[in-house]
């Protein structure tokens, strides 16, 4: 399966009968099955968003009918494909794009009555720990650099200091809201898209 490398974006020719892959390019090993997993979700995302984006340039009623029903499948494909490839062998960049990816096809889902409302919640409350998440763990690396000397040094990282704890206490409310999602949605396995420690 043609593919790409997802640590230094090489051509990979994803050989689907061996287990563990290496990159020929960069040297980092990858489990071969989530990799083709994923490339499969990512392809039929980016085949429901092209047919669901076409419906704004037509008129003709049986067209949109047919690209609609083109995007839903498309969507429906890629939800089961990314809840099987969410898990440890996921780079962070896969794993943010595929929390991204569920946030869309779950709201777009839910106005179709195929997901719950509580489901697309679920999804765009882990897009928002994450990205809170990323920006908090920035100012953490940016806090543990050299404190800059001048008028604009201090009050900066008075500001980081401070975004930083509503940050901190926006991941423990988010945990919690995600938490209570999870026993509302009853998951028989909740997905593993989530870092063990937001």
Known sequence: MESECPYCKAPLELLEDLSWQTCSQCQHRLHVQTQAVFARARASFAAGQEALGAIAGSRDRGAIRALEARGILAYQQAL????????????????????EMMTEITRVLSGKGMVSAVFASYWFTLLVEENAR?????????????????????????????????????????????????VAIAFADVPRARLLKP
């Open 134 to 182: 990323r920006e908090r763990d920035d100012l953490v690396e940016k806090l543990a650099g050299p404190t800059h000397r001048g008028l604009l040094g201090l009050p900066v990282r008075w500001h980081w200091q401070l975004r930083r704890s509503q940050l901190t206490r926006a991941l423990a409310r988010l945990d919690r809201q995600i938490r209570q999602l999870e």
């Open 80 to 99: 089961s494909g990314l809840e099987v490839a969410f898990g440890p062998h996921l780079t962070e960049d896969q794993r943010h794009a595929g929390i």
